[in-house]
């Protein structure tokens, strides 16, 4: 059984840029859910996919957004990126419907925005 | 929206003995609280949960407290090992959430000392 995976690890971007990350789930998982994580804070919900579709949104402006692919693996997408973007961005895959609620990190992604 | 406080924010024990982290959280409809432990450079991993149906769970030398009425949960870790350092998280999710959506505390950095 594989974990989840987050690509790219790191990277650095200057404002106004735009960011493309990713994540594969954990295989037997259809929901993907994204956090970002601030220097020295706890995980902010960003939002959730299930089957292919936005299914709950954070505090986060639209230039947030995302996708899910039928593989159930998913891109955040960040537009105009702003200084207070750079953080570790969480995905996090569950049995959606199950009632579980257990989420499975990845190792995430950390931005830069210089 | 839910919130969530987490104490302390650092701290170290002898070890050996024993580590108590508390939360409170502000949703009297919240029924689902996971601890997770996040190491260097990795993303959080779950190690205990609780519902609101049960008042105590244990695994081994984790054990999570639910007050429903005070909105409060601790972790405690006995016979603390080298191995526990790290930041610990606690959470909190609501059923209109999903329990999917969580608010997570600010973490605390808890140290253990040979």
């Known amino acids: 059984e594989t974990g989840v995976t987050q690509s790219p690890t790191h990277l650095i971007k200057t404002r106004g840029q735009q960011v493309t990350l990713r994540c594969s789930s954990q295989s037997g998982h259809n929901t993907v859910s994204w956090y970002q994580q601030a220097l020295g804070q706890g995980p902010q919900f960003i939002f959730q996919?299930?089957?292919?579709?936005?299914?709950g949104r954070g505090n986060f402006p639209p230039r947030f957004s995302g996708l899910q692919f039928p593989n159930y693996s998913s891109e955040l997408n960040v537009n105009a990126l702003e200084l207070d973007d750079s953080a570790l961005y969480l995905c996090a895959s569950s049995m959606g419907g199950s009632g579980a609620n257990v989420l499975t990190f990845g190792a995430g992604s950390r931005l830069t925005v210089l | 929206g839910e919130n969530v406080e987490q104490h302390p924010s650092t701290l170290s024990v002898q070890e050996g003995d024993s580590a108590v982290i508390k939360c409170t959280y502000s949703?009297?409809?919240?029924?689902?609280f996971p601890w997770y432990k996040q190491e260097l450079g990795k993303g959080p991993q779950l190690i205990i949960d609780?519902?609101?149906?049960?008042g105590e769970k244990k695994d081994q030398r984790i054990a999570v407290t639910l007050n429903k009425t005070a909105k409060h949960f601790s972790l405690h870790i006995t016979e603390t090992q080298p191995e526990d350092s790290a930041v610990y998280f606690c959470a909190a999710s609501t059923p209109s959430d999903g329990n999917e959506k969580l608010t997570f505390g600010t973490g605390t950095r808890l140290t253990i000392i040979p």
């Open positions: 949703d009297s409809a919240s029924n689902y």
């Open positions: 996919y299930y089957r292919e579709e936005e299914n």
């Open positions: 609780i519902r609101s149906n049960v």
